[in-house]
């Protein structure tokens, strides 16, 4: 599973965060994003979600054909191949040498869900999720019919949601019944609806809305840095 990785300059170690995609992988505006979160002191790690099924290094377009083979691979992927590919993530940037170990992740449309899955693990402590897509369906993955809402009772991370009042993937009914859902497990959670389409957060395309990014990653990075911490201070050498 190919896994990009942006980190800040610097010997120090850094807090994790594990970034999942949209539907077409790591796009030019998914590597911008990575870089923005990683530029406020944070190493980020942006798995490749179809790795099986396409070549390392595929990106699909924002165009029909682009939107088609992504949304057919969310649905031909099992559900469970998802979870193992977040564990393995979560490996990974445990034990990567610029990373302190404390944990989190975030993720826009399918990397919303990816990214609220991967948070009932454990180890990861906050999670950032922009507009998930398919959590109130339970549609995702192979069959459609995953059991988000089902696990919610297992979500120990704090949990940010972000959502799109406009978007027509996850309606009002949709957007009711997974807060319905927080407040029944009594989750920790974080929730704020604003006037956007959907991917109002991607910086290319009619819907990027400039003004609700820099308010929307504002309350994540808020989150990140109330409960991941700072950086750990590399060890100074003594003098000769």
Request: glycine content about 10%.
């Amino acid at each position: 599973m190919r896994t990009h990785v942006f980190r800040p300059a610097g010997g120090d170690r850094f807090p994790g965060v594990i970034l999942y995609s949209e539907i077409y992988q790591v796009t030019d505006p998914i590597r911008r994003l990575a870089a923005f979160i990683a530029g406020h002191g944070y190493v980020v790690a942006v798995p490749e979600v179809y790795h099986e099924y396409e070549a390392p290094g595929t990106v699909l377009a924002y165009d029909p054909a682009g939107t088609d083979r992504g949304n057919a691979l969310k649905f031909a992927k099992p559900v469970a191949a998802f979870d193992a590919d977040a564990q393995r993530a979560i490996d990974f940037l445990t034990a990567h040498p610029a990373c302190s170990g404390r944990i989190g992740v975030a993720g826009v449309c399918l990397g919303g869900h990816l990214a609220y899955r991967a948070a009932l693990d454990p180890r990861v402590s906050a999670a950032a999720c922009f507009y998930p897509t398919d959590i109130h369906a339970g549609s995702l993955g192979e069959g459609r019919a995953d059991d988000s809402l089902a696990r919610m009772d297992q979500l120990a991370a704090e949990t940010l949601f972000i959502w799109g009042r406009q978007d027509p993937h996850v309606p009002f009914a949709g957007r009711e019944a997974i807060r319905a859902r927080l407040e029944q497990v009594g989750a920790r959670y974080e929730w704020h609806e604003v006037n956007a389409q959907h991917a109002f957060l991607r910086d290319e395309g009619p819907r990027y809305d400039p003004a609700l990014f820099v308010q929307a990653t504002g309350w994540m990075l808020a989150l990140f840095q109330r409960v991941l911490g700072g950086p750990v201070p590399a060890p100074v050498s003594a003098p000769f």
